[in-house]
């Protein structure tokens, strides 16, 4: 399927999603103690788990006012900051929750915070003190509280711009019958890579007619290892070559990212990336 037919049946989504708007009115306002709670629970559940704990409970989330919840458990626990930031983030993308937010966790007995971090919308005003300093295993709470609120969208104006644009798009890129070949646009700014073909412009990798699609993050940390295959890189220059000047560093993005890149690039043997204890990593190309 070539760029003009995704944009035509894109544009039918959107045609629809904007009819869908329309009809059916937005009830976000209802519906955000129960998304708060549900978030909640799936915060204490992924806490737990990384405490090897499965059978202990999340007990009920509770409301303290409007925009302020607390998350507690049955039983005592570790709690890892880098852990608690990066899933609570993670939870509350999923359930839509607004991305301005505080997080304390607090001891049970007395309500004293043991720990607490800032979220704003953008990555770069973030306050996210005491990376890697794990609290030890005691009874805590986890409150949330939001400092924005969810606004419901009411005005249809958004969805008749939506559908004008739609519209607009499907009349723009009507399929034509004759087709422009895929090689002719794309092979010039591929990168060969093994057996794969890497497309920096376009985030995907290709292998034969598999596409494989890539993240922001991951294509930025292979542009790197491409530039200097068979040679180490050290962990603090991808991390300042990929994450500088984007907010607060987690430290096992960088993992988390070249663990997702290797499983992409598994289906060639004469490439990977390999770990290099204490320095950084390694993409060994085979010739």
């Not at 093994?194 to 993050?217: R, V």
């Not at 997702?260 to 060639?268: E, T």
Request: with cysteine; proline share 4%; aromatic share 10%.
């Amino acid at each position: 399927m070539n760029l003009r037919n995704i944009l035509f049946y894109s544009s039918l989504c959107l045609i629809f999603l904007s009819l869908v708007g329309l009809l059916v009115p937005d009830k976000k306002n209802e519906h955000f103690p129960e998304l708060v709670k549900i978030a909640l629970r799936d915060v204490g559940n992924k806490l737990l788990l990384s405490n090897q704990d499965r059978k202990s409970l999340v007990l009920p989330v509770q409301k303290i006012d409007t925009m302020t919840y607390r998350l507690s458990f049955e039983k005592a626990l570790r709690i890892d900051p880098d852990t608690l930031v990066v899933v609570v983030e993670r939870s509350f993308e999923k359930a839509n929750l607004p991305s301005h937010y505080q997080i304390e966790v607090k001891h049970c007995e007395d309500f004293e915070v043991a720990y607490s971090f800032l979220q704003f919308s953008s990555t770069q005003k973030d306050i996210i003190p005491c990376s890697g300093r794990i609290l030890s295993q005691k009874c805590y709470t986890v409150e949330v509280c939001f400092l924005e609120e969810p606004v419901a969208n009411n005005s249809p104006l958004i969805w008749y711009v939506l559908l004008f644009g739609g519209i607009v798009l499907a009349v723009v890129s009507f399929p034509k019958r004759k087709k422009i070949p895929k090689e002719d646009s794309v092979n010039e700014s591929g990168i060969s890579l093994g057996k794969f073909t890497f497309y920096p412009d376009e985030n995907k990798l290709s292998l034969e007619a598999i596409e494989i699609a890539l993240s922001k993050k991951e294509v930025e940390l292979l542009t790197v290892f491409v530039a200097h295959p068979n040679k180490v890189i050290k962990r603090e220059e991808l991390s300042k070559r990929v994450w500088e000047d984007h907010g607060v560093f987690v430290g096992r993005s960088l993992d988390t990212y070249i663990s997702k890149l290797r499983k992409k690039l598994r289906a060639d043997g004469s490439i990977q990336i390999t770990n290099v204890h204490g320095v950084g990593y390694i993409l060994e190309v085979k010739e």
